[in-house]
């Protein structure tokens, strides 16, 4: 059975920084990927920032680009999400979620649909 936990979340002033981690355990297909996805109060759930762990192939929001890096490393099971450059508008509930397939991910995956197990969330607020 597969788990996702997140962590790392906070409050930041504008313009810092935040780490979130993604700890992914029990996948068995080498073909997976994880997201990021945020949702703030009111709002949809939105996809942040994708990673295809098997080539390394990312995807990021037209919102984060430049700003938020994603990045794995699969021995620990676990994918970082580097926030720099924080906004307010970043404000949300971060989720990460896993998938896996028995084939090779193209595209990257980012519709919430194709994913199939979740995280319970961490809060990042960003003061302005």
């Known amino acids: 059975e597969v788990h996702v936990v997140e962590s790392g979340g906070g409050l930041v002033q504008a313009g810092g920084s935040l780490r979130l981690s993604c700890v992914a355990s029990g996948i068995i297909f080498a073909d997976n990927a994880i997201g990021w996805f945020r949702q703030a109060p009111g709002k949809e759930r939105e996809g942040v920032s994708f990673?295809?762990?098997?080539?390394?192939?990312?995807y990021y929001a037209d919102s984060v680009k430049g700003r938020f890096t994603i990045s794995s490393d699969n021995a620990k099971n676990t994918v970082y999400l580097q926030m720099n450059n924080l906004k307010p508008e970043d404000s949300a509930v971060y989720y990460c979620?896993?998938?896996?397939?028995?084939?090779?991910?193209?595209?990257?995956?980012?519709?919430?649909?194709?994913?199939?197990?979740w995280g319970q969330g961490t809060q990042v607020t960003v003061s302005s």
């Open positions: 979620a896993a998938m896996e397939a028995t084939e090779p991910l193209m595209p990257v995956p980012t519709r919430p649909w194709q994913y199939d197990y």
């Open positions: 990673i295809v762990r098997r080539d390394g192939s990312t």
